[in-house]
């Protein structure tokens, strides 16, 4: 079975601050992973996904086979980083599984 | 080129009512997704179609859901008497078929249908 695990809810930031969203899975292939954004009022877009190993925004992911992680990360949070973040999980094929979410606030 | 289209954008139901969702995915996306956002629950999958076949229907919550495809475009998510704790934004994703042998197309989701069942 697939499963993602978001450990917070609710991350709060100043802005300029180094910002780290964690993302654990469960999954006994080689699975992609994803990062999903919604912005205030927006539609739910990727932001990045591990085969693509680029920055997006300034954020990056790196995927830890070892420790089942695919945390996401920015040096320096910005307000409008303010945002909904998801991690996903696809194995070939198959449906995407979605961790249950980070709210991130970044704070002026 | 358009993205995926879902209406109504928001339905507001009595308990015991039928209601129906239609989603429009991209133009020539063949897998297409629903999935269920509520407070606190963060993104609960429901179904899953390839081209009119649903390979994985494992999410859908009780026997009052259901969902059917057709002409392997519109989608069609059908909640028959409807509960309280169906309340949610229901939303479709669509993306490209892909092989067994290549990465899988990311989801382009739509902006949802908020469901609320008085």
């Known amino acids: 079975a697939q499963r993602v695990t978001q450990p917070e809810k609710l991350l709060s930031v100043f802005k300029g601050a180094p910002v780290e969203l964690k993302c654990n899975y469960s999954?006994?292939?080689?699975?992609?992973l994803f990062w999903y954004v919604q912005y205030s009022r927006q539609r739910l877009q990727l932001l990045l996904r591990?085969?693509s190993r680029e920055s997006i925004k300034g954020f990056t992911a790196d995927l830890n086979k070892g420790e089942t992680s695919f945390h996401l990360k920015k040096p320096f949070a910005q307000e409008e980083d303010s945002a909904m973040y998801y991690c996903a999980l696809q194995a070939a094929g198959n449906k995407l599984t979605f961790g249950g979410g980070t709210r991130v606030l970044v704070k002026p | 080129g358009a993205g995926v289209s879902q209406s109504p954008s928001n339905k507001v139901t009595e308990k015991g009512k039928d209601v129906e969702l239609r989603c429009d995915p991209i133009s020539g996306h063949t897998a297409l997704y629903w999935y269920r956002q509520s407070l606190g629950q963060g993104l609960e999958f429901l179904i899953y179609f390839q081209g009119n076949s649903a390979p994985d229907k494992s999410g859908l919550p009780s026997d009052r859901f259901s969902a059917e495809r057709t002409g392997g475009s519109v989608s069609t998510l059908t909640i028959q008497r409807t509960q309280q704790e169906d309340s949610a934004v229901y939303l479709c994703?669509?993306?490209?078929?892909?092989?067994?042998?290549?990465?899988?197309?990311?989801?382009?989701f739509g902006n949802g249908t908020r469901l609320t069942v008085t």
């Open positions: 591990h085969i």
């Open positions: 994703a669509s993306s490209r078929q892909r092989s067994r042998s290549s990465y899988n197309s990311p989801l382009h």
């Open positions: 999954y006994s292939g080689s699975p992609e």
